[in-house]
């Protein structure tokens, strides 16, 4: 795995994560018990900070950064598709980060919130607690379901479950 220090800055990642070969963890990043993190995912902690709770999955070619001084925060179980870009921003427990989407400087999305995939998060919104926001920019246009928890829950058990597998089942062939 590519994991650097850079400067006086250095990752600390829990021993029971993954972090794929192909991922970079550079600088001031703090990953919790159980992440995912896939291939080609950029997680930069040079200029500010990167902190992410337990048991959350930031998929392939993803990448999250902090402006100079501050902190980009994802909380624990939260699911970030493949290739969105997460600035800057914060991130409640239980959120999900549909594909491709963009969460801007300043942004926080709430608890069991969803964002849709190809969303943009403007800079400074706040997108509440158990709503589903989609567009670009972003607007909440309903609540998370009960079901919709259900089905994301499983979800984010697959990819605590795909962790454990890939840190012992995962080899390169050639």
């Known amino acids: 795995m590519a994991i650097y220090r850079f ?44 902190k992410i709770g337990d048991r959350t999955s930031i998929q392939e070619n993803s990448v999250i950064h902090a402006r100079e001084g501050e902190t980009c925060e994802l909380g624990s179980d ?7 870009v997460l600035h800057n921003c914060t991130v409640e427990d239980y959120a999900v980060i549909g594909l491709g989407s963009r969460i801007c400087d300043y942004a926080k999305i709430g608890l069991w ?3 849709g995939e ?19 920019p972003a607007k909440v ?14 979800y984010k058990e697959k990819y605590a479950e795909l962790c454990r597998r890939y840190r012992t089942g995962l080899g390169r062939i050639e």
């Open 7 to 50: 400067e006086d800055r250095v990752p600390r990642i829990d021993n029971s994560s993954y972090i794929h070969e192909l991922a970079a963890i550079i600088g001031d990043v703090t990953v919790g018990k159980s992440c995912f993190v896939g291939a080609g995912a950029v997680v930069r902690g040079d200029y500010g900070s990167i």
């Open 78 to 84: 939260v699911q970030v598709g493949h290739g969105s």
């Open 113 to 115: 919130t969803i964002i």
């Open 118 to 136: 190809g969303a943009t998060v403007s800079s400074s919104s706040v997108i509440p607690d158990g709503k589903v926001a989609v567009g670009v």
């Open 141 to 154: 246009i309903r609540d998370v379901t009960d079901e919709e928890k259900k089905l994301w829950g499983h």
